[in-house]
């Protein structure tokens, strides 16, 4: 157990639906990273909260979105899902920069 | 901007023979490099980070890297490989001194099969 839950861990979903996937990130730390791996895009970074508000974003579509709440849990929101949104979703924290630790993933399956 | 290159997507090994898996990295500014493991329906494990002490980095597992800035590589060793390596292993680099606050950009990953 890395320490970092994310919920849940399989999710089967149709097109043109809305998810939500949820992280809970290691007691203490800070940032919460979003990435998403798919076998032709690889790990890519997604988005970014420190302490609840917005850092960093990378290569998120405009029909994804997040959120870290006070108790520095995060969801990130898929909507209007595509095939091509299949993937497996990863959640990581970090005290507040280096020492990434990572979730298991959220692996989504749009049919 | 930041990128890696991982040479070699699989690479196989005997057990007990040397693994080396290539990685190299374009970064602006000093970087901060990582390797992780990815165990078959797992999340990423960290096996070791280079964050500017020593050159030559120790993780766990038995593995180890070596940070060459004029090669501007981070390739990552083991002396004698154990049916248990079969994985797939991750290059990161991380700008953690600039803009980037922290996050990391993969490589496509090293797929290692270690055979009997």
């Known amino acids: 157990d890395s320490g970092v839950t994310q919920t849940p861990k399989h999710l089967i979903t149709a097109t043109g639906q809305r998810v939500t996937l949820r992280c809970s990130p290691r007691s203490g730390d800070l940032s919460v990273y979003w990435y998403q791996q798919s076998l032709d895009q690889g790990l890519q970074f997604l988005i970014q909260?420190?302490?609840?508000?917005?850092?960093a974003k990378g290569n998120i579509l405009e029909r994804f979105s997040a959120q870290q709440f006070p108790d520095l849990h995060s969801e990130l929101n898929l909507s209007s899902l595509e095939l091509g949104d299949s993937a497996l979703y990863f959640c990581?924290?970090?005290?507040?920069?280096?020492?990434?630790?990572f979730g298991s993933g959220t692996r989504l399956t749009v049919v | 901007a930041q990128s890696v290159t991982q040479l070699g997507s699989h690479v196989s090994v005997s057990e007990g023979a040397l693994v080396l898996l290539r990685c190299n990295y374009s970064s602006s500014v000093p970087p901060y490099l990582f390797w992780y493991v990815q165990y078959p329906n797992q999340g990423l494990q960290l096996l070791l980070k280079?964050?500017?002490?020593?050159?030559l980095v120790k993780g766990i597992n038995g593995f180890e890297a070596e940070f060459k800035k004029s090669e501007t590589s981070f390739h990552l060793t083991k002396p004698s490989a154990h049916m248990s390596d079969a994985a797939e292993y991750f290059c990161?680099?991380?700008?953690?001194?600039?803009?980037?606050?922290?996050?990391?950009?993969f490589g496509q990953g090293t797929i290692l099969t270690v055979h009997p």
């Open positions: 280079y964050t500017s002490a020593a050159t």
């Open positions: 990581a924290s970090s005290p507040g920069g280096l020492g990434y630790t």
């Open positions: 990161a680099v991380s700008d953690a001194g600039g803009t980037s606050y922290g996050k990391l950009t």
């Open positions: 909260y420190y302490n609840g508000e917005e850092r």
